[in-house]
Nanobody, 118 residues
Framework: QVQLVESGGGLVQAGGSLRLSCAASGSKFRTYDWGWYRQAPGKQREFVAVITSSNLVRFADSVKGRFSISRDNAKNTMFLQMNSMNAEDTAVYYC????????????WGQGTQVTVSS
């Protein structure tokens, strides 16, 4: 089992920046996709960004060029740096970890609210 704890959400003005963190604890994992999804009020949860164990990264078109994703292996923590934020970025952001080795698993954090004021 893996536990994910997000932090870093909050209120930011349009054009500002926030950095979200997702700390993992519990079982070790070797190959994985570690990323973020978000869900705005009245909308479905959508993909935001992912970083793989092979250091590949992928972003939703809506955040390309504004968001970056990284991780600190020593601290078992993954980060989402969000810049040039706009009102459309307002949502609850969820950390997601899909593990492929040594044991498959799909884990979610509890979510953190991000609100961008215009």
């Amino acid at each position: 089992q893996v536990q994910l704890v997000e932090s870093g959400g909050g209120l930011v003005q349009a054009g500002g920046s926030l950095r979200l963190s997702c700390a993992a604890s519990g079982s070790k994992f070797r190959t994985y996709d570690w990323g973020w999804y978000r869900q705005a009020p009245g909308k479905q949860r959508e993909f935001v960004a992912v970083i793989t164990s092979s250091n590949l990264v992928r972003f939703a078109d809506s955040v390309k060029g504004r968001f970056s994703i990284s991780r600190d292996n020593a601290k078992n923590t993954m980060f989402l740096q969000m810049n040039s934020m706009n009102a459309e970025d307002t949502a609850v952001y969820y950390c997601n970890l899909k593990i492929y080795q040594p044991n498959t698993g799909n884990y979610w954090g509890q979510g953190t609210q991000v609100t961008v004021s215009s």
